[in-house]
T-cell receptor, first 114, second 118 residues
């Protein structure tokens, strides 16, 4: 079965700092990749997704992610964070052959200090 | 984007009672919906796949007789936690991908239901 791992459980940084969250998955076949964000007290929202094409994906709120197939990675980046980016971030994967079942990583809790 | 609602948002019940949680896709049809469980400070764990017109598919380790799922229509799935116990207290989240005919390849999440069993 596929699995998704996120390297950092907690990240604390100051406003204007750059953010990079690691995500690796274990599956050798075709995958769809997602990053979701969960702001405090709110439901999951899609930040960005990769299905095919350009491996550098741009999402909402200035986030981007790069799919590196050889490394089975899909790291999330933002050049300059804001206090409002404080949230929990989840990487997730679906396997095309298995329908739309999402497998989530453990999540990374990001705290941006003003 | 598409909207998925859940009802209730919070429920507190006594041990031994049953609780029903509804998940609705408001502006699209979903032949499949997913139910997740999220423990505090942990990730989402898929519990089951709800299929309109057929039986739900449960993930390994999830008791189908305890977590009853009914996908009554193309816009409604319900999760009933039967004979609830305190260890069932959790945050239950549903999601729905629009059906292929609606061009769906992405899932939309409900706001979640926080269940507390006393």
């Amino acid at each position: 079965a596929q699995s998704v791992s996120q390297h950092n459980h907690h990240v604390i940084l100051s406003e204007a700092a750059s953010l990079e969250l690691g995500c690796n998955y274990s599956y050798g076949g075709t995958v769809n990749l997602f990053w979701y964000v969960q702001y405090p007290g709110q439901h999951l929202q899609l930040l960005l997704k990769y299905f095919s094409g350009d491996p550098l994906v741009k999402g909402i709120k200035g986030f981007e992610a790069e799919f590196i197939k050889s490394k089975f990675s899909f790291n999330l980046r933002k050049p300059s964070v804001q206090w409002s980016d404080t949230a929990e971030y989840f990487c997730a994967v679906t396997i095309k052959a298995a329908g739309n079942k999402l497998t989530f990583g453990g999540g990374t809790r990001v705290l941006v200090k003003p | 984007g598409a909207v998925v609602s859940q009802h209730p948002s919070r429920v507190i019940c006594k041990s031994g009672t049953s609780v029903k949680i509804e998940c609705r896709s408001l502006d699209f049809q979903a032949t499949t919906m997913f139910w997740y469980r999220q423990f505090p400070k942990q990730s989402l764990m898929l519990m089951a796949t709800s299929n309109e017109g057929s039986k739900a598919t449960y993930e390994q380790g999830v008791e189908k007789d305890k977590f009853l799922i009914n996908h009554a229509s193309l816009t409604l799935s319900t999760l009933t936690v039967t004979s609830a116990h305190p260890e069932d207290s959790s945050f239950y989240i549903c999601s729905a991908p629009p059906s292929p005919a609606s061009g769906g390849d992405e899932q939309f999440f409900g706001p979640g239901t926080r269940l507390t069993v006393l």
